[in-house]
C-alpha cells in the first residue's frame, strides 16, 4: 500500500466525469491506496479523481476520528433518493485544503453501490455518512465544494483560496 498525492484544485481532472470502475486487481489495489491515503491526510472520504483516475470510486470512513473505524470502498454509486429534509453545515476537501464552506446536502439518503467482489449493495445512509458519500459522488460527478455555492460566494471563496494556495 502507498500514501498517493492528492489533486489540488483547480486541477481539470476534479472537474471530470468518471467512467464505471470495474471490480478487478487494479481497482483493489487503487482502493487500499486510497483508503491509506484517506487516513493519512487525515480524511473520512476520498473519491478516485482526487488521486488522478477517473473512475467511480469512492472510499470512505464517517466515524474512524470518533474511535468506530468502518472503511468502506463504493464502486459506481448512486443515489436512489434523497430526503426532501437537508442540513447546511461546514464541508471541507482534502483537494481544497484549509477553505470549508456551508453546503446543504440531504440529511439521509439511499444509496446503491458495487464492492470489490461485484456484489451490489443498497444501504440508507444518514447524517455525516450521507453528507460525506454525497461530497464523494460530485467528485466523480466532476463536481468540487465551489459547484454548489452561489456566484458570489464562489468567487470570493476562490480568489481567497488562491490567494492563499497559488498554483
Not at 466525469?17 to 486487481?25: G, I, L, S
Not at 487503487?30 to 487525515?42: H, S
Request: glycine share 6%.
Amino acid at each position: 500500500m502507498a500514501v498517493l498525492p492528492i489533486l489540488r484544485w483547480p486541477d481539470p481532472r476534479l472537474a471530470t466525469p468518471c467512467t464505471p470502475a470495474t471490480p478487478d486487481a487494479a481497482t483493489r489495489a487503487l482502493a487500499q491506496d486510497m483508503l491509506e491515503t484517506m487516513y493519512a491526510a487525515p480524511g473520512r472520504g476520498l473519491a478516485a479523481p482526487q488521486v488522478g483516475a477517473l473512475i467511480r470510486l469512492f472510499v470512505m470512513d464517517a466515524t474512524w476520528k470518533d474511535g468506530h473505524p468502518v472503511p468502506r470502498i463504493l464502486l459506481n454509486p448512486e443515489i436512489l433518493w434523497s430526503s426532501p429534509t437537508t442540513a447546511i453545515g461546514p464541508e471541507g476537501c482534502l483537494s481544497i485544503p484549509g477553505l470549508t464552506a456551508d453546503i446543504p446536502r440531504a440529511t439521509e439518503i439511499r444509496l446503491r453501490w458495487t464492492d470489490l467482489d461485484g456484489h451490489r449493495h443498497e444501504e440508507t445512509l444518514t447524517g455525516f455518512a450521507a453528507i460525506c458519500a454525497q461530497h464523494e459522488i460530485d467528485h466523480l460527478d466532476g463536481r468540487v465544494t465551489f459547484d454548489r455555492l452561489p456566484p458570489a460566494q464562489r468567487a470570493a471563496l476562490e480568489a481567497a483560496y488562491l490567494a492563499g494556495h497559488p498554483a
